[in-house]
């Protein structure tokens, strides 16, 4: 509140870390590191970290005092995208980030009432009965806001070979059961984000959705997205529906660029980025149909 600065922990000085994150009691901080070595090449982290058996650790601190709480080392994983569940302050949902099988390696959750590192979407079938594969690619995962489950997406393989199928968004329960996914139209396959309402079945993205009647013609080629959109799922009847926002218009240019769109904690407005007046700002828009 006054704006000062306090160092509450030294981190080791050979480590390098990704996304943080505080519980919502405001009593733990979670930093991920992993040993420098793993960035000798940006484009082979997994790579490099598989090759030299490197581990990532879960650094977990008491905010008031910076006594660390836990130091949870991740085996052969470059760990970012670290997310408190909400209520909680000892559970962690925690990602691979980059991985070669990203099927089955990108979500993972710490329980430190166990102590146990838990593969959230294994090989398996989800609830319809269609197939998980290590060969698929999924992303972002984030929880539901009661901490209850899940969601994710990412794009099926098809025919062994990753990201040539459908793209898709999934949820799962908090144990990492009970996996429903919802695969989109063919086409929809533009890169993208997704995050949830308060009431946890609508969510906003900056991605895959595509309204041929309300584009105008551009020269992006590129695999991002150009719409904020909502998508309401319906993950007992495994259906869903689109409704468009507006354009961003953002490059996507720098991970600063891309729109990440949120809800207000009302629930009644999207918060999103956007360099589309050649400078990035904060841009809102009502969450109405």
């Known amino acids: 509140h006054t704006g000062a600065l306090r160092t509450i922990a030294t981190l080791p000085g050979d480590e390098v870390t990704g996304f943080t994150h505080v519980s919502d009691d405001n009593t733990r901080l979670c930093v991920p590191t992993i040993h420098e070595s793993a960035f000798a090449d940006v484009r082979a982290i997994d790579a490099t970290v598989q090759r030299l058996g490197l581990s990532s650790h ?43 099988d990203c099927g089955i390696r990108r979500i993972w959750l710490w329980d430190g009432a166990t102590g146990e590192l838990r593969r959230m979407r294994p090989e398996g079938l989800n ?19 009661d901490g209850g489950a899940v969601v994710y997406h990412g794009t099926y393989a098809a025919d062994g070979v990753p990201r040539t199928g459908r793209s898709f968004v999934g949820r799962m329960s908090s144990a990492g059961a009970d996996h429903v996914e919802l695969p989109f139209a063919p086409g929809f396959s533009r890169y993208g984000h997704f995050t949830l309402a308060p009431d946890g079945d ?58 990440h769109p949120i809800f207000s904690h009302a629930g009644t407005e999207i918060l999103f980025t956007s360099d589309c007046g050649g400078k990035r700002a904060i841009y809102r828009v009502a969450s109405r149909e």
């Open 58 to 100: 879960l650094r977990i601190f008491d905010t008031r005092s910076g006594a660390a709480v836990a130091d949870v080392s991740v085996p052969r994983g470059w760990v970012t995208h670290v997310q408190f569940q909400p209520g909680r302050n000892d559970v962690v949902l925690f990602n691979h980030e980059w991985p070669a």
């Open 127 to 145: 609830a319809d009965g269609t197939p998980r594969s290590k060969e698929d690619w999924v992303c972002h995962e984030v929880w539901t806001r």
């Open 202 to 259: 609508t969510l906003v993205s900056d991605g895959y959705a595509e309204y041929p009647e309300l584009d105008e013609p551009d020269d992006n080629q590129a695999r991002q997205g150009r719409w904020i959109s909502l998508l309401h799922a319906d993950w007992g009847q495994g259906t869903h529906r689109w409704t468009p926002l507006c354009r961003h218009g953002s490059s996507w240019g720098s991970q600063d660029a891309h729109p």
